[in-house]
């Protein structure tokens, strides 16, 4: 009985070491969360309509980004971090219209982001600085 637990708990190891290789570098994720506009903390600039929007969730770091419609476009969160000097980072929700990209930054407790939301074309990496939302600072605590 003990070689068998043995060989399965080889096995398990195994497996977990083949899905960490396997797991995107990335910590974000995407959820289809709702059939409507999301309006977040931060709206592109856009007159009428707030086609993609983005919030910062205290509550366990989360960046989130939602595409509100259907237009073609993507919506590109650009962010700065505390803990990663003058890095500036682009996330992209490519998903489509009613997704939530999820940013999980785990910051440290005295950090902050600062992040603005912005339409673009996700295969060619381009937004519009026009389109663009200001920037918002918000701390991790």
Not at 13 to 22: G, I, K, Q, R
Request: with cysteine; proline share 4%.
């Amino acid at each position: 009985m003990k070689k068998h637990s043995k060989l399965i708990g080889a096995a398990a190891a195994s497996t977990l070491a083949v899905l960490a290789v396997a797991a995107p570098a990335s910590a974000s994720t995407y959820t289809v969360t709702y059939p409507g506009p999301h309006a977040g903390d931060l709206c592109t600039d856009e007159p009428n309509y707030c086609d993609g929007s983005a919030s910062f969730v205290r509550d366990g770091d989360h960046l989130l980004v939602w595409d509100n419609n259907a237009d073609g476009h993507s919506v590109m969160v650009m962010y700065y971090r505390s803990d990663t000097g003058d890095t500036r980072f682009h996330d992209w929700n490519h998903y489509g219209k009613g997704s939530r990209l999820d940013i999980n930054m785990n910051l440290p407790e005295s950090g902050y982001v600062q992040y603005r939301v912005c339409l673009g074309e996700y295969a060619t990496q381009d937004y519009d600085m026009n389109g663009c939302s200001g920037w918002l600072t918000e701390n991790a605590t």
